[in-house]
């Protein structure tokens, strides 16, 4: 067997491919169940998730073990396939694809296609959130007699007119932050719109379709790769029996499609029936 070349230990290797797998399908659990609110919530509660995630401290951490698991687990796996290549320089003769599944026979090419889609996705909204000093915050529009007024939404509930901040009664500083401009004391704080950005990125009129269609492509990527990486997954810590094996199976099948799926629809809503 082949030794990895960031685990030394072939047997180590085998778990923390199985184990940094499963952790990163419970992590897609918990980013579908947030992103689901594009379609069934409102911007609001979009960005306070979205708040909540960038903020919270065990948050947070989580989100480094979920970088460096997803580093480990790409970046090992595509070693650990050329590794089996060069063992193996001579393709065995019986290339009809019956004894294997197309999914096991291409994890390292779907796993490099995800890490790609990974890599884009962090850099059109991750570090958008994170790092662009333009950033919108999330602003409402109330009637006030007879006249549509714009206000900010601020993290205590309250809102501060747009209005303040164009006439520069109130500055924005640290991209979130109200301040009062003669004072300069800070008084209130609001959400950056996440909501806005990622709405705005399907439906632009000139790259939203190919935005999506792409996004949709990855969505059938990364069902393919769980096909068999769920499976495999429980295989390599042992649970693997008579009993067991059956029921992961249906498992790994289910979970393969429904939510690769539900990630795939979020776009489609949004770039044709978002209004």
């Not at 979130?176 to 004391?185: C, L, P, S």
Request: net charge positive.
């Amino acid at each position: 067997m082949a030794k990895s070349a960031i685990l030394k230990s072939s047997i180590a290797k085998k778990y923390w491919m199985a184990f940094t797998g499963l952790f990163l399908c419970v992590f897609l659990l918990g980013h579908l169940a947030g992103n689901l609110q594009l379609i069934f919530s409102d911007a609001l509660h979009f960005n306070q998730y979205a708040l909540f995630m960038t903020t919270n401290p065990a948050v947070k951490i989580l989100s480094y073990v979920t970088y460096i698991s997803i580093l480990f687990h790409a970046i090992d796996g595509i070693v650990l396939t050329i590794q089996n290549k060069k063992a193996r320089p001579v393709a065995y003769a019986k290339t009809d694809g019956s004894s294997s599944s197309f999914s096991s026979r291409n994890m390292a090419v779907l796993g490099t296609i995800i890490l790609v889609f990974i890599v884009t996705h962090m850099v059109n909204f991750w570090a958008v959130m994170h790092f662009d000093k333009n950033m919108p915050l999330q602003t409402i529009s109330i009637g006030v007699q007879g006249q549509e007024q714009e206000y900010y939404l601020t993290t205590d509930g309250g809102y501060l007119p747009k209005a303040q901040v164009d006439q520069k009664m109130i500055k924005i500083e640290n991209r979130t932050e109200f301040f009062d401009a003669a004072a300069n004391v800070k008084i209130k704080e609001g959400y950056k719109d996440l909501h806005k950005i990622t709405v705005a990125f399907f439906k632009d009129p000139k790259t939203g379709l190919i935005a999506t269609i792409l996004y949709v492509l990855a969505m059938f990527t990364l069902a393919f790769h769980l096909l068999h990486g769920f499976q495999s997954a429980f295989q390599s810590i042992g649970l693997n029996s008579p009993k067991y094996t059956p029921t992961i199976k249906k498992a790994g099948v289910l979970f393969s499609i429904i939510v690769p799926l539900l990630f795939a629809i979020i776009p489609v809503y949004i770039h044709f029936f978002l209004k």
